[in-house]
């Protein structure tokens, strides 16, 4: 059976996401998932994109990428980060073979029937991916995310995140855009727990 072929577009929003071998909790430990960070920063410093949220788990992660104009395609992006990481996490750990489980998921937002709910289910959704995993009750309170950068305008984030524009066009105070993001977390939460109770 073929590979599906991956779009790659310029200025558009990608979720991508990917799983270790196996699906083991390979990244568990907090230094493992540091190296994610430093990786991330030097994908960043290489290439021309934004990094507009991510969530680092102990089996997968999920980042939400901006394409540029006449900047890299979605596809070297990601194949850097992950050759980078498993690369480094083998000479680390003394390590050989394959890191990653699979070629990487990827949606592109924009393509969707209303892109800014998209985005921000899908923001709340990798969000909120630590507290399904039962790893904190808050979302707040998981250092290996970026919803604080959108909840705190002085946040101080390990990598650089550049908010979306479709945060951005919430409002023009970010009070104003914290206080409708909120919603979108209720919104979320309101969906998440009828299909608990439903299901």
């Known amino acids: 059976m073929s590979r599906k072929h ?93 890191f990653w489980n699979e070629r990487f998921g990827d949606t592109i937002i924009e393509f969707s029937d209303d892109p800014e709910s998209v985005f921000f289910y899908i923001l709340w959704y990798i969000g909120y991916n630590p507290v399904r995993s039962h790893y904190v009750q808050d979302p707040r309170d998981y250092p290996y995310s970026s919803i604080n950068c959108y909840l705190d305008k002085n946040y101080k984030s390990p990598v650089k995140i550049t908010l979306h524009d479709f945060f951005i066009k919430l409002g023009s105070k970010s009070n104003e855009r914290v206080k409708k993001l909120l919603e979108y977390e209720e919104q979320y939460r309101k969906r998440i727990f009828s299909q608990y109770v439903y299901a």
């Open 6 to 98: 991956r779009i790659c577009l310029e200025n558009v929003t990608y979720h991508t996401h990917s799983r270790c071998i196996e699906k083991k909790p390979l990244m568990r430990s907090e230094k493992i998932k540091e190296l994610m960070i430093f990786v991330l920063n030097r994908a960043l410093k290489k290439y021309h994109f934004e990094l507009s949220g991510y969530t680092i788990m102990d089996n997968h992660f999920h980042f939400y990428i901006k394409t540029l104009k006449d900047g890299e395609t979605i596809s070297r992006i990601m194949q850097f980060i992950k050759a980078q990481f498993s690369r480094r996490y083998n000479r680390l750990m003394n390590r050989t073979g394959p």
